[in-house]
């Protein structure tokens, strides 16, 4: 073994052979990459510091980690040998890790699993890092003269907007742009914040600790060490459910990490491009295109601990943050215009802006002049600083009454330097906070109100039946709920403005009534009409037959007085959502997929017949069958006219994290969104959409009728229900502490029909069976047996080409081996069979499709970075799956008769897995038979719970 790096303690550091980090030892085909040698080192460097952090714990544990990784490697390896075609004599190494996992009491199969869960949190962190390596090389190889920035995507499609359009046109669709991410409290972030927080931490030190030498990189070593031991000790598992306040701070921290200063970034660094020279010197080119939204705090559909006080407890906490950020970077900014009156005079604006602040406040001014006495630019901009903190405060002498206020008295500034010759200032920092200032607002993000459709319905039948104010009787809490939350929309808009809270989406919107009934509610919450605030409600359609009607709810819901009178209001603006999760769900991937893109393109054909400025929102999950996959290569696939120069999709969980977690990858991310966006309305673009749609309409119509009725066949399968949650880790994944919201809608359903789609996707993810993702599909392609079509749309038709790229993703992260031994806890061979032999179809079929011979051949980077990381998700999996098996064993025996089942908990447990001493580290070694029933129920439930964390972050998604 060759020695590296040298750690704090002077002991060397060996690095693992590279078989370490490729599931294919001995057996790479010629396509297969190894890793990056910078990602390989990272890699190396902490897997030895997390191989030292164990054996300091238990030398045993770090014995076992290494015997069943071991065994894990050489399984997966065997397993890719033999998808490739490649003969290899077969070990059964998946067996042998089984047995020793099997043999583990329940405490240290408890510290195995945060072992290979602390692992995988550092291998993503490491990718993470060596893609931003990447972006800046590419950055750093970019010279002046390049007609384009080939790493910001956004200045590429602008220069092909110019290309085909000219420069007028492409100036009016930029002047469009608007990207909406909405921010929702969706739970799929299977980490804890406490570990969120130490990932960050490791991956500042692994990133600074390339430049440093010498004592500096001792240190750094140090501080890692520290970290991971802290990361490995920590419990995976929070304490509690967080509540709908503290999810806020899950925007806080996105906000202050990155979002406050890397949006500026993005329009600079198109106007640098865009400008060339005169950067930073001209009047700005780039719009503030870029409007976050949020559900957190606010979205009440099935969430009974989102209520209208924790609505305006959440509004309060983000105004109160963005003023206060504002604040800080208007002092910052205004500390450096140092500008003196003689080469820098102020203009008459300028001056009647100081006059009018003068008289608001002369202690103010007076301080201000304290430290810039001859800097008006200056003075001026201080008293503004302070003006933020009285807004803060709310001092109604002192406060602004809104942004635009604020924003107006920025521009005043930004003029007088103009005017004095020195556009330098005026347009560097300065610009950055009326930028800042303009994405963000007092508000921070566009709050948005959602309920469900039956629950509006109720609340109006109470009130008939009982009177307003309850004259015949009590209304129902429910009801009183409802009207409050109307009245906390106003207080919101009130205090904050009209943009800080003004949308109210309808879940599962049947009928115009649906939208009536919003706007009567939203009356009746106010004795006076003119406290009633602005409301735009939004339908969301999200089930097949809603999705298939929902022109003619549309057609019905403009002649709405209330909608008519925001359609004149706004310029013919209208927006409508609609819903991946549950149309997946309700009708399968592919039916849904079809589904959803034939109602976006008769939407926005009904919208330009109204001549209706449309905005459709995207209800996208992170996982596939969620409607996840790049965001940027879906902008691209929508039908021509639904897109409009505007983007609005939800962001949740993990997909937050990642896109937004890290300052350059954020920056990326959203170049490459609004990049698409733009490009979507170039002709090219359009003809190429509307052609092939058309063109291969007959073609999928065929697969959607076949997927479908396939869909519905498995999941009418009797028993189908109680089977899914024995095979899948259902129950335990809904007791996970990541979201306040419950797993089911609680609106009186016992099936799969008021099952939210997260926990239904993230059940088949952690199988290993991704389900959710492709299931009908093979056999649709079996029955429409034409591959040339199949193949002709792939390469022709967008919609088509990333629902199979995103279905070969998901296919990558199967495991047939795995699957098998879930399914094996069902005991029901013939649902088995159904999910099997559908799983083999489709995946012939796609790999027919792509080209391959495998998952993924051909995209060498995804293929080889999930290869990596298989043996160690595997490894994970047996944990879960036989803690399933103890589980499901214990709870067959709760359903017997009480003395039976107390009989049987005590004589039915044996030296394995099957032992419990609770949750956590601190639990001491117990041997099985002196554990009561109800701690073997605890223990295997927490063992479950550490192997979902570990999991979600091996596979990189959840729901």
């Excluded at 897997?47 to 894990?72: C, H």
């Excluded at 930029?174 to 804890?192: I, M, Q, S, W, Y």
């Excluded at 302070?386 to 942004?403: G, K, N, S």
């Excluded at 495998?854 to 060498?860: I, K, Y």
């Amino acid at each position: 073994m060759a020695k590296t790096r040298q750690p704090d303690n002077n002991q060397p550091i060996t690095q693992p052979d590279a078989s370490m980090y490729t599931s294919g030892v001995g057996t790479k085909g010629p396509e297969e990459r190894d890793l990056p040698e910078s990602l390989k080192n990272d890699m190396a460097l902490c897997l030895e510091i997390l191989r030292k952090v164990l054996g300091e714990y238990d030398q045993g544990l770090l014995s076992t980690f290494d015997t069943v990784r071991g065994y894990a490697v050489k399984a997966s390896a065997e397993h890719y040998a033999e998808t490739i075609g490649k003969e290899q004599p077969k070990e059964d190494n998946l067996e042998k890790a089984e047995k020793v996992i099997d043999a583990l009491n329940i405490h240290d199969a408890q510290l195995l699993a945060r072992a290979f869960a602390t692992y995988f949190h550092l291998a993503n962190l490491c990718e993470e890092n060596y893609r931003v390596s990447v972006l800046h090389r590419r950055e750093a190889d970019v010279t002046e003269d390049s007609a384009t920035d080939p790493v910001n995507e956004l200045t590429g499609a602008y220069h092909q907007l110019i290309n085909e359009m000219g420069p007028a046109k492409a100036k009016d669709l930029l002047d469009k742009l608007e990207f909406h991410p909405v921010f929702t409290a969706h739970p799929t972030e299977a980490r804890r914040k406490a570990v969120e927080g130490k990932i960050r931490r490791i991956a500042n030190l692994l990133s600074a600790g390339k430049l440093l030498g010498g004592s500096d990189k001792k240190e750094n070593y140090r501080r890692l060490y520290n970290e991971i031991d802290a990361l490995f000790r920590t419990s995976p598992i929070g304490a509690k459910k967080p509540t709908p306040v503290e999810e806020a701070d899950t925007i806080l921290d996105i906000f202050d990490n990155t979002l406050f200063n890397t949006i500026p970034q993005v329009y600079r660094r198109f106007d640098d491009w865009l400008l060339g020279d005169k950067a930073g010197r001209e009047q700005p080119q780039c719009p503030a295109f870029f409007h976050p939204g949020s559900w957190i705090g606010s979205d009440r559909d099935g969430n009974p601990n989102v209520t209208a006080k924790v609505s305006r407890a959440v509004a309060r906490k983000f105004s109160d943050h963005a003023v206060q950020a504002l604040e800080r970077a208007t002092r910052n900014a205004g500390k450096n215009l140092t500008m003196e009156g003689v080469t820098t005079p102020a203009s008459d604006e300028l001056k009647g802006l100081w006059n009018r602040q003068k008289e608001m406040s002369e202690r103010l001014t007076d301080r201000a002049l304290a430290v810039s006495s001859n800097e008006m630019h200056r003075a001026v901009m201080l008293v503004m600083a302070e003006r933020l903190h009285y807004t803060v405060v709310r001092d109604a002498d002192l406060m602004y009454r809104d942004c635009d206020e604020f924003i107006a008295d920025l521009k005043t500034v930004q003029r007088s330097l103009v005017d004095a010759g020195d556009p330098r200032a005026a347009y560097g920092p300065l610009q950055d906070v009326i930028w800042q200032a303009q994405t963000f607002g007092f508000q921070l993000v566009e709050m948005e109100f959602r309920q469900h459709s039956l629950v509006h319905a109720r609340a109006l039948e109470d009130i008939r039946e009982h009177g307003l104010h309850g004259e015949r009787g009590s209304l129902q809490p429910m009801t009183h709920e409802v009207l409050d939350t109307f009245r906390a929309l106003g207080a919101i808009q009130k205090r904050n403005g009209q943009k800080a809270a003004r949308r109210y989406i309808i879940s599962f919107t049947k009928s115009a009534q649906n939208i009536r009934d919003v706007y009567e509610l939203n009356r009746m919450a106010f004795s006076n009409p003119k406290d009633v605030p602005t409301i735009d409600v939004i339908p969301l359609f999200e089930q097949l037959q809603d999705l298939q009607n929902c022109v003619d709810v549309l057609e019905e819901m403009i002649k709405i007085p209330e909608v008519q009178a925001r359609l004149k209001a706004t310029g013919g603006k209208l927006e409508v959502m609609l819903g991946y999760s549950d149309s997946s769900k309700d009708a399968g991937p592919t039916t849904a997929t079809l589904a959803l893109h034939e109602a976006q393109g008769r939407i926005a054909q009904w919208a330009k017949k109204h001549d209706i400025d449309l905005t459709l929102f995207h209800g996208r999950g992170g996982a596939v069958g969620r409607g996840g996959g790049p965001a940027n290569r879906a902008v691209l696939a929508q039908p021509v006219g639904s897109v409009n120069c505007r983007f609005k999709l939800t962001e949740q969980g993990e997909s937050i994290f990642a896109r937004y977690g890290n300052p350059v990858l954020a920056i990326r991310h959203v170049e490459s969104v609004a990049a698409a966006t733009l490009l979507q309305s170039a002709p090219s673009v359009e003809k190429t959409t509307t052609e092939m749609t058309k063109k291969y309409w007959p073609m999928t119509h065929k697969l959607d009728v076949a997927a479908h009725k396939r869909f519905l066949d498995l999941l009418g399968t009797k028993d189908f229900t109680p089977w899914f949650s024995t095979v899948t880790p259902l129950t335990e994944i809904g007791l996970l502490p990541i979201g306040s919201r419950p797993a089911k809608r609680g609106l009186g359903a016992k099936s799969l029909d008021d099952l939210r789609t997260i926990p239904w996707v993230f059940s088949w993810a952690q199988a290993r069976i991704n389900l959710a993702a492709w299931y009908g599909l093979g056999t649709a392609c079996e029955e429409l047996d034409d591959l040339d079509s199949l193949r002709g749309a792939y390469k022709e038709l967008p919609m088509f080409s990333t629902f199979i790229d995103n279905i070969e993703m998901s296919l990558g992260k199967t495991d047939e081996r795995i699957a098998k031994m879930y399914l094996a806890l069902g005991d029901r061979d013939d649902l088995r069979d159904k999910v099997l032999n559908e799983m083999e179809l489709t995946r012939k079929w796609v790999l027919a499709i792509v080209g391959d011979d495998w998952p993924l051949q051909h995209r060498h980077v995804l293929g080889q970075a999930i290869r990596v990381r298989s043996p160690y998700v595997d490894a994970l999996s047996v944990i879960q799956v036989l803690a399933l098996r103890s589980l499901r064993k214990l709870q067959k025996q709760d359903q017997d008769a009480a003395a039976k089942a107390a009989a049987q908990a005590s004589a039915g447990a044996t030296g394995r897995i099957g032992t419990s001493t609770g949750s956590g580290t601190n639990a001491k070694k117990v041997d099985n038979e002196k554990l009561s029933h109800d701690q073997q129920l605890s223990g295997f439930t927490y063992l479950i719970l550490c192997t979902v964390s570990g999991v979600a972050a091996g596979l990189q998604n959840t729901g």
